[in-house]
């Protein structure tokens, strides 16, 4: 291509003066690069510095794949949050670097990494629909139909991604392809099989499917974003994406609620709620439960900061308690007391004590837990002398 073309195409209106026509926009925008990193920090994985700098959709992706399909797009962003605040805050120098791409490509050049995120995020949301659809039947009636949405949400997914940035296109041919290929693949595929008897199973059209979608988009629908698209209003921004959000946990919902199951010791399958409404019953959270609701009432009687001192001690930092227990003493054992039992259990449970290997072992093992517990309070000595008078002082 010629300077002159290239000159040409951004005076006909495809980008050449979009710089200046956001010159006034520039000046109202003034997004922090600080706080955009700190959001960054704290709630990257949810989208958090997304939402900030107004890139809603990419913000969304981040919430539902937790951040970048488990936090790879967030490490990524990392080197590229400043690109984000510079296209917020419509900075001059940024503006016309992207002119200059728009000048130079009719249509934004082929990426590698924006292509495999339309293939993940499709593959992700197509499966998400797919496990949300109850496999018996609800209320008398047979749901199977719904699964005529797996391509809807496969060219949704693709769409989505193709639409972050300075990027756009529309939903027609993704899901034209997204439709089109089950209903070739699937005579195909008996073809195949009939004819040479290879058998091409679901995984691989499902993935047939959602590849030939990403192409669609890539090749027919990709291109770049107009200058001085409108931004939607606050309430408006919080309503679609609460819908978005609140839609994808309902389909996470549904699957956990009618499908998830949990294999228990036996090997039978319990379905997920179920499972769940047990776990709540059963003694072990109820003791849990009963534990959080005594430290929340010693709390309010005794304060946060006696309550913490109470953990601490409780959680046994110095090994003390584990050591008492070890040497089956009371906490607060004599010095005496304690050389007198370390004497008694190390005669106990000597290795040579021990009449067969079979028993050897444990007794070697016993013996060395005795020992450290002895080295432990032996050691600590002039501490717990301090604490046990100032038990004593209190009682």
């Known amino acids: 291509m010629s300077r002159g073309a290239i000159v040409n195409r951004g005076n ?23 706080l ?42 990392a080197f590229y949050i400043g690109e984000y605040v510079a296209d917020a805050n419509k900075d001059e120098k940024y503006m016309k670097k992207v002119d200059y791409m728009v000048r130079v490509y009719e249509k934004p050049p082929f990426s590698t990494v924006r292509f495999t995120g339309m293939v993940v995020v499709a593959y992700l949301f197509s499966t998400v629909v797919s496990l949300a659809i109850p496999e018996d039947n609800v209320a ?61 199973d679901e995984s691989t059209s499902f993935a047939v499917m959602i590849l030939a979608t990403a192409w669609a988009f890539d090749h027919s629908e990709k291109r770049w974003r107009p200058k001085n698209q409108k931004t939607p209003g606050t309430l408006k921004r919080i309503f679609v994406i609460s819908m978005c959000c609140l839609l994808y946990l309902a389909l996470w919902s549904s699957y956990l609620y009618f499908n998830a199951k949990v294999t228990d010791d036996d090997g039978d399958e319990v379905p997920f709620h179920e499972a769940l409404g047990h776990f709540f019953s059963s003694p072990w959270w109820l003791d849990v439960k009963q534990s959080f609701i005594d430290v929340w009432l010693f709390a309010q009687e005794h304060g946060w ?13 110095s090994g003390e308690q584990n050591a008492f227990k070890v ?29 067969d290997d079979a028993t050897k072992n444990e007794v070697q093992n016993r013996f060395f837990e005795v020992q450290q517990a002895c080295e432990l309070l032996l050691n600590s ?3 717990r002398r301090r604490r046990n008078k100032q038990f004593n002082d209190e009682i």
């Open 12 to 34: 006909d209106g495809s980008g050449g003066t979009r710089s200046t026509a956001n010159n006034s926009a520039a000046k109202s925008c003034n997004k922090s690069k600080a």
């Open 36 to 77: 955009t990193y700190l959001l960054w920090l704290v709630g990257g994985v949810c989208g958090l510095h997304h939402f900030y700098l107004g890139r809603d959709l990419q913000g969304v992706l981040w919430w539902c794949t937790f951040g970048g399909y488990f936090g790879f797009g967030w490490l990524r962003d």
């Open 140 to 200: 008398g009636l047979s749901w199977q139909w719904l699964h005529a949405f797996t391509p809807l949400a496969a060219a949704l997914g693709v769409w989505a991604v193709g639409n972050i940035g300075h990027e756009t296109g529309s939903l027609k041919w993704p899901l034209i392809c997204a439709y089109l290929v089950p209903i070739v693949g699937n005579p195909l595929k008996t073809f195949i099989f009939n004819t040479w008897g290879y058998d091409i």
């Open 305 to 317: 900061m006696e309550t913490w001192r109470q953990i601490v001690s409780l959680s046994d930092p």
């Open 327 to 355: 040497l089956e003493l009371r906490s607060g054992a004599t010095q005496t007391e304690i050389k007198n039992q370390c004497r008694a259990l190390a005669v106990k449970y000597h290795p040579d004590k021990a009449k």
């Open 381 to 383: 000595r002039a501490k």
